[in-house]
């Protein structure tokens, strides 16, 4: 490949009508030295570039057309590490960082490379997934067989968080079909007596990213290793990998960390042997092109869940069949901003929050007069995506969701919205205007079938309902509401045992719901179990919620009653099984 690859040293400027660049795994670009001296891409002639079979001498390099740059047509392409591997290798690779720098302070730059850099840069994000498909996933599930649970099991306390002797047995009794939710467990412990959905607890997705996470601790013991943003919305789990050494980059709201040793902000401190594990919620396109121009590898440690990235794909299709993308969503969770980075790439985007907001939104759509229609839209514009016309862009429109949310939710939206269009286009021509298929709405199956099976179990008679989970879990909080709905004061929103104060008193938390409400975000003392002798208690966890926090439930709550009162846990366990 070297000696194909030096021929371009001697090709005249004037031929230059096609440029290829090089990037390695870690998106650093591979550059030569050309005979004047300057930093250059190895290939860079047209006549070395032939758009009709003349690549083929390029061996395993397999060249990716991104566009015109004044033009030239450029392409990108992958290669491996071996290319700078030989001693007489003349090739260096560098970040794209480093490239901008040298453009701005030094004239070492070939002034075509000088000139492409704006458009490398406009089109970075492209640079880790030259080869991907349509049907391709960054991290598809792992099956059973391939699970790696002990690494994240490996001592006595991260034990104790994530294994559960009870919720094993519950799971093997009661989940037969991962996705088909059953009727609840009933754990009889005497004076107690508690109900466990079929379903609860870890999905795939986080079960995938927990695996993720502590593997490339495990693997990399010399290396700092990042986390993007939070892993999951667990408070527990981030505690845990963050005492295994994990930093994290920026808060789930996007907000930038420090160094608690240097004051500097850890996006600035970054080099190139350090890692950055890339959340199951996924990232923006924003911050996976900051870590592409540092030079760190994006694919290798990217714990996206592929439920999430099954929504971009489905934003993409809407909006390459020219429909604008309606997200429905929180404008603040890192999930919902993922979404809408990568739908804005293919079609106008909005999120809406719930159906005030598609409300909103219809008043929009059905104003005539344009000046009108644009000062009604002003409370949604600033979560629209650059260049949204209300007037052009909300003529035919397609649904996704933020798959944490309640499935009734989303749909309602939709069917909300449909009459709006039928309103504004006619009945007749409603298919035209909406994409029908978007009313399939692209939850989570994980999501929903946890949603299902707290339904069912919701029509037994309890006495309270606890649903556990981070205070940013917003697949907690749809549960929690569910709860809410059915038993009102007697559903509490909690994180742990430790919010237990006693038989008679919970520390419940007032889900932020409504950003503007500055009661919710704190903790709420409650009364808490009701003066009996047995009491039925509803326990259920989001999708980020550890089995060992539920079995600690239990036994905080087991232990305010009298010990001949209440069973092992074994014998339970027994029972539960016969």
């Given at each position: 490949?070297?000696?194909?690859?030096?021929?371009?040293?001697?090709?005249?400027?004037?031929?230059?009508?096609?440029?290829?660049?090089?990037?390695?795994?870690?998106?650093?670009?591979?550059?030569?030295?050309?005979?004047?001296?300057?930093?250059?891409?190895?290939?860079?002639?047209?006549?070395?570039?032939?758009?009709?079979?003349?690549?083929?001498?390029?061996?395993?390099?397999?060249?990716?057309?991104?566009?015109?740059?004044?033009?030239?047509?450029?392409?990108?392409?992958?290669?491996?590490?071996?290319?700078?591997?030989?001693?007489?290798?003349?090739?260096?690779?560098?970040?794209?960082?480093?490239?901008?720098?040298?453009?701005?302070?030094?004239?070492?730059?070939?002034?075509?490379?000088?000139?492409?850099?704006?458009?490398?840069?406009?089109?970075?994000?492209?640079?880790?997934?030259?080869?991907?498909?349509?049907?391709?996933?960054?991290?598809?599930?792992?099956?059973?067989?391939?699970?790696?649970?002990?690494?994240?099991?490996?001592?006595?306390?991260?034990?104790?968080?994530?294994?559960?002797?009870?919720?094993?047995?519950?799971?093997?009794?009661?989940?037969?079909?991962?996705?088909?939710?059953?009727?609840?467990?009933?754990?009889?412990?005497?004076?107690?007596?508690?109900?466990?959905?079929?379903?609860?607890?870890?999905?795939?997705?986080?079960?995938?990213?927990?695996?993720?996470?502590?593997?490339?601790?495990?693997?990399?013991?010399?290396?700092?290793?990042?986390?993007?943003?939070?892993?999951?919305?667990?408070?527990?789990?981030?505690?845990?990998?963050?005492?295994?050494?994990?930093?994290?980059?920026?808060?789930?709201?996007?907000?930038?960390?420090?160094?608690?040793?240097?004051?500097?902000?850890?996006?600035?401190?970054?080099?190139?042997?350090?890692?950055?594990?890339?959340?199951?919620?996924?990232?923006?396109?924003?911050?996976?092109?900051?870590?592409?121009?540092?030079?760190?590898?994006?694919?290798?440690?990217?714990?996206?869940?592929?439920?999430?990235?099954?929504?971009?794909?489905?934003?993409?299709?809407?909006?390459?069949?020219?429909?604008?993308?309606?997200?429905?969503?929180?404008?603040?969770?890192?999930?919902?901003?993922?979404?809408?980075?990568?739908?804005?790439?293919?079609?106008?985007?909005?999120?809406?929050?719930?159906l005030r907001e598609a409300e909103l939104l219809r008043d929009v759509i059905l104003e005539e007069n344009r000046e009108t229609q644009y000062e009604l839209f002003q409370p949604l514009a600033h979560r629209a995506s650059p260049g949204f016309c209300p007037s052009r862009d909300l003529q035919r429109l397609a649904f996704v969701n933020q798959t944490t949310l309640l499935r009734n939710e989303t749909l309602k939206i939709i069917n909300f919205m449909q009459e709006a269009l039928i309103e504004k286009f006619g009945k007749d021509r409603i298919e035209e205007h909406l994409?029908?298929?978007?009313?399939?709405?692209?939850?989570?199956?994980?999501?929903?079938?946890?949603?299902?099976?707290?339904?069912?179990?919701?029509?037994?008679?309890?006495?309270?309902?606890l649903v556990v989970g981070g205070k940013n879990s917003s697949n907690t909080f749809q549960l929690f509401r569910l709860c809410q709905d059915s038993f009102g004061d007697r559903a509490f929103y909690i994180q742990s045992e430790a919010n237990i104060v006693s038989k008679n008193l919970i520390n419940h938390f007032l889900f932020p719901c409504n950003p503007g409400d500055p009661k919710q975000g704190r903790m709420e003392e409650r009364s808490f179990l009701p003066k009996k002798k047995r009491h039925r208690i509803l326990i259920t966890g989001g999708a980020s919620c550890?089995?060992?926090?539920?079995?600690?439930?239990?036994?905080?709550?087991?232990?305010?009653?009298?010990?001949?009162?209440?069973?092992?846990?074994?014998?339970?366990?027994?029972?539960?099984?016969?």
């Open positions: 490949m070297k000696t194909a690859l030096n021929r371009s040293e001697s090709q005249s400027d004037a031929s230059r009508a096609v440029r290829l660049y090089l990037f390695l795994a870690n998106n650093k670009v591979v550059l030569i030295r050309n005979a004047s001296g300057l930093l250059d891409t190895p290939f860079s002639a047209a006549n070395e570039l032939s758009l009709h079979g003349g690549l083929a001498e390029l061996g395993d390099i397999r060249p990716v057309k991104i566009g015109k740059s004044h033009e030239r047509e450029v392409f990108f392409a992958s290669v491996s590490e071996a290319l700078l591997e030989n001693e007489s290798s003349e090739f260096s690779a560098f970040t794209l960082n480093r490239m901008y720098a040298l453009a701005e302070k030094s004239s070492e730059l070939e002034d075509e490379f000088a000139e492409d850099l704006p458009f490398i840069k406009q089109n970075a994000i492209r640079i880790p997934y030259l080869y991907f498909q349509e049907t391709d996933y960054i991290y598809r599930f792992r099956a059973e067989s391939q699970r790696n649970r002990n690494v994240y099991q490996s001592d006595e306390s991260s034990i104790a968080l994530y294994h559960s002797k009870l919720c094993d047995a519950i799971k093997t009794l009661k989940r037969t079909k991962e996705r088909s939710a059953t009727s609840p467990a009933i754990l009889d412990f005497g004076a107690t007596q508690y109900l466990l959905p079929s379903h609860f607890g870890f999905c795939l997705g986080v079960q995938n990213a927990i695996e993720r996470a502590y593997e490339t601790i495990a693997e990399n013991p010399d290396k700092r290793v990042f986390m993007l943003s939070e892993l999951i919305h667990n408070p527990f789990v981030n505690e845990d990998l963050s005492n295994r050494g994990l930093k994290y980059l920026q808060s789930d709201k996007g907000i930038p960390l420090r160094d608690p040793n240097s004051g500097s902000f850890y996006w600035d401190t970054l080099q190139e042997e350090d890692i950055v594990i890339i959340p199951a919620f996924g990232a923006r396109d924003e911050d996976k092109v900051k870590l592409i121009e540092r030079g760190l590898p994006i694919n290798q440690y990217d714990a996206t869940c592929m439920l999430v990235e099954k929504v971009w794909k489905a934003a993409k299709r809407y909006g390459q069949q020219g429909y604008t993308v309606i997200i429905h969503g929180k404008a603040e969770h890192e999930e919902t901003k993922a979404t809408f980075s990568n739908s804005s790439i293919y079609a106008p985007s909005l999120v809406i929050r719930d994409a029908m298929s978007s009313k399939g709405d692209t939850l989570c199956y994980a999501t929903q079938v946890n949603q299902d099976a707290l339904s069912k179990a919701l029509q037994e008679e309890i006495d309270v309902a550890p089995d060992g926090i539920l079995q600690q439930i239990i036994a905080r709550i087991n232990s305010f009653f009298d010990e001949k009162d209440i069973k092992d846990l074994d014998t339970v366990i027994t029972e539960l099984g016969g």
